[in-house]
């Protein structure tokens, strides 16, 4: 490649790279103006909003990692106050695991329901998903289950509950409903300067959960598994 062959090329990436932070800026500067007017909410509003039954014929406890951890912890409450509106109810906890049960995390989550309530009776272990589309595929493969007759609370987090029971109406089940069983948080005085200390981080660590979910859902959707 002569001298004028190696100037143009330089010359072209140098325009990608500018192409590429430019655009970075811009997004960036439109992450940080959402965070700044709150607008993050409308978001979290679409993806947590499903329809809710309170008599459901199971209980699906989808996984947040291993416990202790607050996220799945929240789960396994929301699961139990569930449970005791309607003690009829069978969980289904899924969540991979390897044996002996005994000392793996579904076994931790079936204690943690135990120990808030939930008759062990109550509770089934499904073992094998690794993900929301295997959750959705292999509670259905149980043998407790009728996909078409029965009805199904699928409790999970606000920002993965649309995906969640697209993934379980993407498999043929025909009742699904869900609840994050979180309501607003009450508006708290933390004095001086607390939305530039905890407002606006709080706001762009939810705008990342929001990106995550929006690109999973696009993929499931191109994939056939929603």
């Not at 993050?40 to 329809?51: F, G």
Request: proline content about 5%; some cysteine.
């Amino acid at each position: 490649m002569n001298r004028y062959g190696r100037r143009k090329q330089g010359i072209k990436i140098i325009t990608t790279l500018r192409k590429v932070i430019m655009t970075t800026g811009v997004l960036s500067l439109l992450v940080i103006g959402i965070a700044f007017t709150g607008n993050e909410r409308i978001a979290v509003k679409w993806l947590s909003s499903v329809d809710y039954k309170s008599d459901c014929d199971f209980i699906v406890l989808l996984p947040a990692g291993p416990i202790p951890n607050p996220t799945m912890l929240t789960r396994i409450v929301v699961a139990s106050r569930e449970f005791k509106k309607n003690p009829q109810a069978k969980i289904i906890i899924s969540l991979v695991a390897d044996p002996p049960l005994e000392s793996s995390s579904i076994w931790e989550i079936r204690d943690e329901l135990i120990l808030r309530g939930v008759v062990k009776e109550n509770i089934f272990l499904e073992i094998k998903a690794r993900n929301t589309a295997e959750h959705a595929k292999y509670v259905k493969e149980t043998r407790l289950i009728d996909p078409i007759k029965h009805s199904f609370l699928i409790v999970t987090s606000p920002l993965h509950m649309r995906r969640s029971v697209m993934a379980f109406k993407a498999v043929g089940f025909s009742h699904i409903y869900g609840t994050t069983g979180l309501k607003a948080p009450p508006k708290e005085n933390l004095g001086w300067g607390q939305f530039f200390r905890y407002d606006i981080w709080n706001a762009l660590h939810t705008e990342i959960g929001i990106m995550r979910e929006i690109v999973a859902i696009i993929y499931y959707k191109v994939t056939g598994k929603a």
